[in-house]
């Protein structure tokens, strides 16, 4: 007996340092959320209070709202194109600096590596000049894609290679003597047990996608714009209209939210098996 008392693993400064955190990054969020059902009248009168009564107009004017559903859909599409270029190249790139010996090898993945060090922001402006003046593709879906799946390439990597390295030698020795060749190895063997670590890469890209502002805010104009940039737009054009901001900026939190928590299990699995590898 030690005389130290344990709640399930962990003292009681553990569950204390626990509550603050998850009260900082949930109190925003749920203050949000709730502001969505109060009048302005009753923000402006107890802005920490709870609704009472309970509006629900200010939701149903998001929801009417035609620009909302057009940012909705390009914010789903641009998102969409992100993780699948995303993950396929990844998972393309992360493979034989997983699998094979080469000369360069390990200086080839920390080209990778070294990736996570630079940030979009300093390469803003030239991928404004390059998108718009050289393959023109502003104010396009892609434009803004593919530099998304370009910066979001070298965590994929990073994440995938361990995961990929721990994958057992002697199944692939298996699908040779089957008289498979390297691209049915990779494509009937790697691919399906490489599937956790991909959903882990494809969610976090989506996510990342998803709630990106300062790429699309150069390359988008009018009704090409994603759903953070229209809720900058909202708060501007109804300033005034505290709870209805707050109603859009709740909904717009939604799917990225839902496939965080629908997909959470397998991101912690992915991160699991990189982190044996």
Request: with cysteine.
């Amino acid at each position: 007996m030690t005389g130290r008392r344990t709640f399930g693993g962990g003292g009681p400064l553990v569950y204390c340092l626990v509550a603050v955190v998850a009260a900082l990054t949930l109190g925003p969020v749920a203050y949000g959320a709730l502001g969505g059902f109060r009048s302005n009248e009753q923000l402006a009168r107890d802005p920490a209070g709870l609704p009472d009564p309970w509006v629900v107009d200010n939701y149903q004017r998001v929801l009417t709202n035609d620009s909302f559903w057009v940012y909705a859909l390009n914010s789903s599409v641009i998102a969409v194109i992100t993780t699948i270029v995303t993950v396929v190249c990844g998972v393309m790139a992360a493979y034989p600096l997983a699998r094979y010996q080469f000369r360069f090898r390990e200086p080839l993945f920390m080209v990778f590596v070294l990736g996570l060090l630079f940030p979009l922001a300093v390469a803003i402006i030239p991928l404004f000049i390059l998108i718009t003046r050289d393959l023109q593709m502003g104010n396009t879906w892609w434009g803004v894609a593919l530099p998304q799946a370009a910066f979001a390439l070298p965590m994929t990597v990073v994440i995938l290679r361990p995961f990929l390295m721990a994958l057992p030698k002697e199944l692939e020795e298996a699908a040779f003597i089957d008289g498979a060749s390297r691209i049915g190895v990779f494509w009937r063997v790697v691919l399906p047990l490489s599937v956790p670590g991909m959903v882990t890469v494809g969610v976090l890209a989506f996510v990342a996608s998803w709630n990106s502002y300062l790429l699309p805010l150069l390359l988008l104009r009018d009704r090409m714009r994603t759903l953070p940039l229209g809720v900058a737009d909202y708060s501007t054009e109804y300033s005034a209209d505290t709870a209805g901001v707050l109603a859009f900026t709740s909904i717009a939190m939604i799917p990225a939210l839902i496939l965080f928590l629908t997909m959470q299990k397998r991101i912690v699995s992915g991160l699991q098996g990189a982190v044996k590898g």
